[in-house]
């Protein structure tokens, strides 16, 4: 099956510590994004990327670190500088860059909680 | 400042009947709008993208509509059903990110 995974769905962190959260995609899509979630809130992008290697930062991309080493993989790091880092994270890929007016794909999210 | 709007409140409606969703944006010049269901803790799913120079897109029950001059999308899902129910978002794409509205919740009832 293809699809896009998240992973862990539910993580706790005590304040102060940096966690990684894993998105894997096997669609071979070029372009893969991280958004946060808020309650009543809408989407806002903290890091994209089109290619390999390369990636932008979106409107939030304080505290956050991503890396691109691999086409199907786009790790997010919540770093202790992130000074509110309770949300639903999301995961997202698109076959190239948004201005090919492609849709995204999106994986089933994970929750951190800071405790 | 750029805005999108979509109605705050939640949408009641009955079986069989019309749902119609609003998307209002302000200082923003999309190149196309997409809108995306999303059911509670999980991911988005898109369901359809209208261009700029496109008034209306159907798709099946789904139809958009996209007015540049009143900056608006209307989202409609006709012959409703309970299953319908969830909260859908609006997202208004240029150049190579997406601006996503809050999202409408919209409920279906029997």
């Known amino acids: 099956d293809g699809g896009i995974t998240q992973s862990p769905k539910y993580l706790f962190r005590k304040e102060g510590q940096n966690v990684t959260l894993s998105c894997e995609q096997n669609?071979?899509?070029?372009?893969m994004y991280w958004y946060r979630q808020d309650p009543g809130q809408g989407l806002r992008l903290i890091y994209y990327s089109q290619i390999v290697n390369d990636f932008q930062k979106g409107d939030i991309a304080e505290g956050y670190s991503v890396s691109r080493e691999k086409k199907e993989s786009f790790p997010l790091t919540v770093t202790s500088a992130q000074k509110n880092p309770t949300a639903f994270y999301l995961c997202?890929?698109?076959?190239?860059?948004?201005?090919?007016?492609?849709?995204?794909?999106f994986g089933p999210g994970t929750r951190l909680t800071v405790l | 400042s750029q805005k999108i709007e979509q109605n705050s409140e939640a949408l009641n409606i009955q079986e069989g009947k019309t749902a119609t969703l609003t998307c209002n944006y302000t200082?923003?010049?999309?190149?196309?709008l997409q809108w995306y269901r999303q059911d509670p803790g999980r991911g988005p799913v898109f369901l359809l993208l209208i261009r700029e120079n496109e008034k209306e897109k159907r798709k099946e029950r789904l139809k958009v509509t996209f007015d540049t001059t009143l900056k608006q999308s209307l989202f409609h899902i006709t012959a409703s059903q309970p299953a319908d129910s969830a909260t859908y978002l609006c997202?208004?794409?240029?150049?190579?990110?997406?601006?996503f509205g809050k999202g409408t919740s919209l409920l279906v009832t029997p």
């Open positions: 200082n923003y010049s999309p190149a196309y």
């Open positions: 997202a208004l794409g240029s150049g190579y990110a997406l601006n």
């Open positions: 997202a890929s698109s076959i190239a860059g948004l201005a090919n007016y492609n849709e995204q794909f």
């Open positions: 669609l071979n899509h070029d372009a």
